[in-house]
T-cell receptor, first 108, second 114 residues
Framework: QKEVEQNSGPLSVPEGAIASLNCTYSDRGSQSFFWYRQYSGKSPELIMF????GDKEDGRFTAQLNKASQYVSLLIRDSQPSDSATYLCAVRGDQFYFGTGTSLTVIP | EAQVTQNPRYLITVTGKKLTVTCSQNMNHEYMSWYRQDPGLGLRQIYYSMNVEVTDKGDVPEGYKVSRKEKRNFPLILESPSPNQTSLYFCASSSAGTANSPLHFGNGTRLTVT
């Protein structure tokens, strides 16, 4: 069974702070890694993807990948109340595997 | 506009009455899949398809059927729905030829079986 693990949370941060979301995966053959944001009752929307070791930045979001440790993370800088959602980590190997998501609440 | 279209958005039915949820994508994607999402359980894959006429079971296939006769369509069929299939369902697609191609999701179908 190929597994993707995330802390379910809830994670609460004050507005303007950095939110750090973490994900580990079991399949060393995994090729690419995705972060999705999902609001309650809505479909997941892609925030970022990463496939090389290191950091990838896009606006307030930074994805970090460490294949040796089988670890991928998402940092959200200057967190806003609108960032309050569930964040899903997805790993692509032969197919897609999802973690159960981390619930983030940004407190105004 | 590139999109995955699911219909219907909401469906209320009774136990045992066959139903089909349609899914169509206009991005010429080879890979398509169905998920159900229940509180606390995350996204669980029901079936997936790597290409036309190729389908495989996911983690929770019992009680569901799929077909992939055309590249753009991937309907989900519940032959005899039961209350434990009440859930939020998502269809998704992706390009199979590019490793970093993400999954694109439809807007979801909220199914209630009474």
């Amino acid at each position: 069974q190929k597994e993707v693990e995330q802390n379910s949370g809830p994670l609460s941060v004050p507005e303007g702070a950095i939110a750090s979301l973490n994900c580990t995966y079991s399949d060393r053959g995994s090729q690419s890694f995705f972060w999705y944001r999902q609001y309650s009752g809505k479909s997941p929307e892609l925030i970022m993807f990463i496939y090389s070791n290191g950091d990838k930045e896009d606006g307030r979001f930074t994805a970090q990948l460490n294949k040796a440790s089988q670890y991928v993370s998402l940092l959200i800088r200057d967190s806003q109340p609108s960032d309050s959602a569930t964040y899903l980590c997805a790993v692509r190997g032969d197919q897609f595997y999802f973690g159960t998501g981390t619930s983030l609440t940004v407190i105004p | 506009e590139a999109q995955v279209t699911q219909n219907p958005r909401y469906l209320i039915t009774v136990t045992g009455k066959k139903l089909t949820v349609t899914c169509s994508q206009n991005m010429n994607h080879e890979y398509m899949s169905w998920y159900r999402q229940d509180p606390g359980l995350g996204l669980r894959q029901i079936y997936y398809s790597m290409n036309v006429e190729v389908t495989d079971k996911g983690d929770v296939p019992e009680g569901y059927k799929v077909s992939r006769k055309e590249k753009r369509n991937f309907p989900l069929i519940l032959e005899s729905p039961s209350p434990n299939q009440t859930s939020l369902y998502f269809c998704a697609s992706s390009s199979a030829g590019t490793a970093n191609s993400p999954l694109h999701f439809g807007n979801g179908t909220r199914l209630t079986v009474t």
